[in-house]
């Protein structure tokens, strides 16, 4: 049992370029987020996703695309790449039945961008 | 106001203490809460969720929710140097798909 696993750990993009970050997760969770935390910022939502097929914006979806074609599977996008997007990403994973039924979040070990 | 606030700290403690984490919220239809622990470089990993008033206890971590006054506080019991770390509150706010706000967290030192 994996957990929640993101790919790659680090990487650098030059300013225009663009890239997905992998998660991938083996828990059978119906719910998906992508997060970025800056340093005394606070984790901030990009984007999440209820299930297969369904997917919506967060605090902060500018610059960023998502998919969600499985239950497993949510790739977050970059599209050319900016300074701003400098951070730490990190994929999550939950169990939610309704009001009370989030059983907390499991994080993927994160990514490191850096934008030059 | 922050949706979610927390005292960045550092909190400093000597090693066999009781720390007390505290972490205040805004909104009054807020449902569910927890407590995560992020060790520099790493990610967030969950220690406790609560959701009624009163206290939950899990070893040496207890959980503490007082809804009338917006408050959910994290005690860790005989803390070790092992338990320095940054302590993230996370609360699910009322209404939507259940929309979760982290507070920036606070750093905690244990003193050997």
């Known amino acids: 049992n994996a957990g929640v696993t993101q790919t790659p750990k680090f990487r650098i993009l030059k300013i225009g370029q663009s890239m997905t970050l992998q998660c991938t997760q083996d828990?059978?969770?119906?719910?998906m987020y992508w997060y970025r935390q800056d340093p005394g910022m606070g984790l901030k939502l990009i984007y999440y996703?209820?299930?297969?097929?369904?997917?919506d914006k967060g605090e902060v979806p500018n610059g960023y695309n998502v998919s969600r074609s499985t239950t497993e599977d949510f790739p977050l996008r970059l599209e050319l790449a900016a300074p701003s997007q400098t951070s730490v990403y990190f994929c999550?994973?939950?169990?939610?039945?309704?009001?009370?039924?989030?059983?907390?979040?499991?994080f993927g070990s994160g990514t490191r961008l850096t934008v030059v | 106001q922050k949706e979610v606030e927390q005292n960045s700290g550092p909190l400093s403690v000597p090693e066999g203490a009781i720390a007390s984490l505290n972490c205040t919220y805004s909104?009054?239809?807020?449902?569910?809460f927890f407590w995560y622990r992020q060790y520099s470089g790493k990610s967030p990993e969950l220690i406790m969720f609560?959701?009624?008033?009163g206290d939950k206890e899990d070893g040496r971590f207890t959980a503490q929710l007082n809804k009338a006054s917006q408050y959910v506080s994290l005690l860790i019991r005989d803390s070790q140097p092992s338990d320095s770390a940054t302590y993230l509150c996370?609360?699910?706010?009322?209404?939507?798909?259940?929309?979760?706000?982290f507070g920036t967290g606070t750093k905690l030192q244990v003193i050997p």
């Open positions: 996703s209820v299930g297969a097929g369904i997917t």
């Open positions: 609560i959701y009624s008033n």
């Open positions: 909104d009054r239809g807020s449902q569910s």
């Open positions: 996370a609360v699910i706010v009322s209404g939507g798909y259940q929309k979760v706000t």
């Open positions: 999550a994973s939950s169990y939610s039945r309704g009001r009370q039924g989030n059983y907390g979040y499991t």
């Open positions: 828990m059978n969770h119906n719910y």
